[in-house]
């Protein structure tokens, strides 16, 4: 597994979107449960980090032109 520091939104949304899958699909052990889970909320927390970031590029991007020019 990636660290979630290097994975692109998408990589990090589309393993997340298989953590919940396996999770959801149950027939893990606990140990192997609470790892994915760990990973879950790395993963939700980098998708939280890159969705931030582009809110606030968008918000200094209408910053700098209010007009729309």
Do not use: K
């Not at 298989?18 to 606990?30: A, D, K, M, N, P």
Request: proline share 1%.
């Amino acid at each position: 597994m990636a660290e979630t520091e290097q994975l692109s939104y998408e990589q990090a949304r589309e393993e997340l979107v298989e953590v919940v899958r396996t999770l959801e699909q149950g027939g893990t052990t606990l140990e192997e449960s609470l790892r994915l889970w760990e990973r879950g909320e790395a993963l939700a927390q980098a998708c939280q980090q890159w969705l931030d970031g582009a809110r606030q590029r968008l918000d200094a991007a209408i910053e700098a032109d209010p007009e729309g020019a």
